[in-house]
Nanobody, 121 residues
């Protein structure tokens, strides 16, 4: 069984910073692509950033130059550094991890439960 947990959310003021963490655990042979999504109240879930197993990254236009995604494969973790936070960044942030399961070598996509980021003005 593979689990994913996000952490690092909280209440911050406009202009502040947060570092979100996404940690995968369980029977994992390899951790491949990892993506951060967010869902604001009343809105659809949207992709904000992802990082491939080789390290290449993608950012949504709305977060470029403020968000940085990076990974620590040894710790099976991916981080999202968020700077210059804006009230419109308020959302639940979710991590989606693609793994190859140890033993079966099955490919799985696993979601975490999310972490809430609230930005006050």
């Amino acid at each position: 069984q593979v689990q994913v947990v996000e952490s690092g959310g909280g209440l911050v003021q406009r202009g502040g910073s947060l570092r979100l963490a996404c940690a995968a655990s369980g029977s994992i042979f390899s951790m491949n692509d990892v993506a951060w999504y967010r869902q604001a109240p009343g809105k659809q879930r949207e992709l904000v950033a992802d990082i491939r197993s080789g390290g290449s990254t993608y950012y949504a236009d709305s977060v470029k130059d403020r968000f940085t995604i990076f990974r620590d494969n040894r710790k099976k973790s991916v981080f999202l550094q968020i700077n210059n936070l804006k009230p419109e960044d308020t959302a639940v942030y979710y991590c989606n991890v693609e793994v190859i399961v140890g033993g079966t070598y099955e490919r799985l996509e696993v979601w975490g439960p999310g972490t809430l980021v609230t930005v006050s003005s």
